[in-house]
T-cell receptor, first 108, second 114 residues
Framework: KNEVEQSPQNLTAQEGEFITINCSYS?????LHWLQQHPGGGIVSLFM???GKKKHGRLIATINIQEKHSSLHITASHPRDSAVYICAVGTSGSRLTFGEGTQLTVNP | DTAVSQTPKYLVTQMGNDKSIKCEQNLGHDTMYWYKQDSKKFLKIMFS???????INETVPNRFSPKSPDKAHLNLHINSLELGDSAVYFCASSQDRVAGNTIYFGEGSWLTVV
């Protein structure tokens, strides 16, 4: 069992829908990262958080340290949001442990 | 003005060859990384350097050797390439240890061993 579990693995939505991707982890962490991998392969950091909630445009990330759970929400989804979303947790030092990713497809 | 740049982007080579992937960051970061993404898109850390010093060396075959001539560069050399080495290799950097810092990725290098 992976130390970082994401759900769902695949998600298809219609444009405009509210989307939630979940991440659960089983280890103590210093911070949690949400990453976006575009269809072309590049990886972009969306959020880094260690408590509470962060918002950037239509994206919202929350974390509950006690429950070892984080969610990434996308409001008013758009086809350009189609990508793989990856949760990663920072443990000791420089180590990041990754989830397997969630493939999101938003249809027009 | 690419923050983390890696070359080449695509590399097709025969088994047994030796190849290198170069990485440079212009962000002034102290820490650099190499990650491998397998065919299932799963990312795993290979190496991490902080100020030219190796701080993470995962269970990676000795055929893989990182080299950091200065803190802005972290190159990956692979000897005696095998079919299983085919993957996408990502270089990345962060201001300091990654746990509490945003990490910046290069565009990836697609390695195909035939």
């Amino acid at each position: 069992k992976n130390e970082v579990e994401q759900s769902p693995q695949n998600l298809t939505a219609q444009e405009g829908e509210f989307i939630t991707i979940n991440c659960s982890y089983s280890v103590g962490i210093s911070a949690l990262h949400w990453l976006q991998q575009h269809p072309g392969g590049g990886i972009v950091s969306l959020f880094m958080l260690s408590s509470g909630k962060k918002k950037h445009g239509r994206l919202i990330a929350t974390i509950n340290i006690q429950e070892k759970h984080s969610s990434l929400h996308i409001t008013a989804s758009h086809p350009r949001d189609s990508a793989v979303y990856i949760c990663a947790v920072g443990t000791s030092g420089s180590r990041l442990t990754f989830g397997e990713g969630t493939q999101l497809t938003v249809n027009p | 003005d690419t923050a983390v740049s890696q070359t080449p982007k695509y590399l097709v080579t025969q088994m047994g060859n030796d190849k290198s992937i170069k990485c440079e960051q212009n962000l002034g970061h102290d820490t650099m990384y190499w990650y491998k993404q397998d065919s299932k898109k799963f990312l795993k850390i290979m190496f991490s350097y902080n100020n030219k010093e190796l701080i993470i060396n995962e269970t990676v075959p000795n055929r893989f050797s990182p080299k950091s001539p200065d803190k802005a560069h972290l190159n990956l050399h692979i000897n005696s390439l095998e079919l299983g080495d085919s993957a996408v290799y990502f270089c990345a950097s962060s201001q300091d240890r990654v746990a509490g810092n945003t990490i910046y990725f290069g565009e990836g290098s697609w390695l195909t061993v035939v």
